[in-house]
């Protein structure tokens, strides 16, 4: 008898696979039309229409191929619009609800997305972020563990306990207050890559090798609702967010993400809070992890979310990244909103005159 999660698993790889192609089929058909505008061919009625009225022959008229390319294209054009006006109405209610808290350097995804992974517990922040809670973050981990099971295998994504002979040099990275931050934080230059090996894999949506993805301890232990931090597994956890960093760092440098059509160096922040954004409330609502009977429901939000960054025209490669670096954004938001409180601290520094006179 087969294994449902297998069946399902393997679902999955298909339904990506596909996904792809269409990514791709975009691509090739905006290489198409661009090199059709750049020579200046028409259709075979309009090349005649012109040797009739001008003497001017067309070498190859446009193919039957080449014009469905020029319809989709068309089409494809007339969505990007509607998608820039849905994003301008988006980016100008944020701006009308939050504008005094961004004033005042308000926390989002957008910031959480490429902040300095540095030694020690992390703490709560003093500016109110609202969407920051337990139940989003944990409840996205799920889906992105999930999406991610359509581009990876036991291979190319490995759950661990220490990380084999690259415990102590990244160790003393951490104990040496050196931090890290992505290939695409604000003035990143590559990002920041730890200390340590990185076991090098085939993913399809690379044409070269890039390190497997190492995430702590197990898939049980990355869904848990109630995990707490203790020293260790804040040690661990640190480890495994730099480790994270390396992996975008790295992958940042590869050609289809730092010569992709989207421009991830610098747009990966803005998708991150975009997709977060869009899908948080769904996150917030989830109730049972894929172990507890939620894995169709979970599976159909996952597969919304790829449509979603599918819908934005991303490549394969570029999808996988950003899930990557959706997935180190809400475990750092994890890691704060389960942080110790400062907000006594921010009171301190804000009313006590002795600080203020030192």
Same mark, same amino acid.
């Given at each position: ?99 005094? &808290? ?208 599918? &819908? ?47």
């Amino acid at each position: 008898m087969a294994d449902p999660q297998e069946t399902l698993r393997r679902e999955i790889v298909q339904k990506q696979m596909e996904r792809n192609a269409k990514a791709a089929k975009v691509a090739d058909d905006e290489v198409m039309v661009d090199e059709i505008n750049q020579s200046g061919r028409t259709t075979k009625a309009e090349s005649e229409r012109l040797l009739l009225e001008w003497g001017v022959k067309q070498t190859k008229p446009l193919t039957e191929e080449e014009l469905k390319a020029i319809e989709r294209e068309k089409e494809r054009q007339k969505q990007r619009k509607a998608r820039e006006q849905r994003d301008e109405e988006r980016q100008k209610r944020n701006e009308e609800n939050y504008n005094v &808290d961004y004033a005042y350097g308000r926390v989002n995804w957008f910031w959480l997305s490429q902040t300095d992974i540095v030694p020690g517990y992390w703490a709560t922040p003093w500016r109110n972020f609202q969407a920051l809670t337990p139940d989003v973050c944990s409840g996205a981990e799920i889906i992105i563990l999930n999406a991610l099971s359509g581009f990876t295998d036991s291979n190319s994504l490995r759950y661990v306990d220490h990380w084999k002979g690259l415990d102590e040099p990244a160790m003393n990275w951490v104990l040496h207050g050196r931090p890290t931050f992505p290939g695409y934080a604000l003035n990143a230059r590559g990002g920041v890559v730890c200390s340590g090996d990185y076991p090098a894999v085939k993913v399809d949506v690379f044409k070269d090798m890039i390190p497997a993805l190492e995430l702590y301890k197990s898939y049980d232990y990355q869904i848990r609702r109630d995990r707490r931090m203790t020293t260790r597994s804040c040690q661990k956890e640190l480890l495994e967010l730099m480790r994270l960093d390396a992996w975008l760092s790295l992958c940042g440098r590869t050609d289809e993400i730092q010569h992709g059509r989207n421009d991830l160096i610098k747009q990966t922040p803005a998708m991150v809070q975009l997709v977060l954004g869009e899908f948080e409330y769904d996150f917030m609502q989830l109730d049972r992890s894929d172990h507890e009977g939620g894995m169709q429901v979970n599976q159909a939000l996952a597969a919304n979310v790829m449509d979603f960054l599918l &819908d934005e025209e991303l490549s394969g490669a570029e999808q996988l990244y950003v899930l990557v670096a959706l997935l180190r954004t809400v475990k750092v938001g994890l890691g704060v909103v389960e942080g110790p409180d400062t907000g006594l601290l921010e009171g301190i520094l804000r009313e006590d005159i002795q600080v203020h006179m030192v």
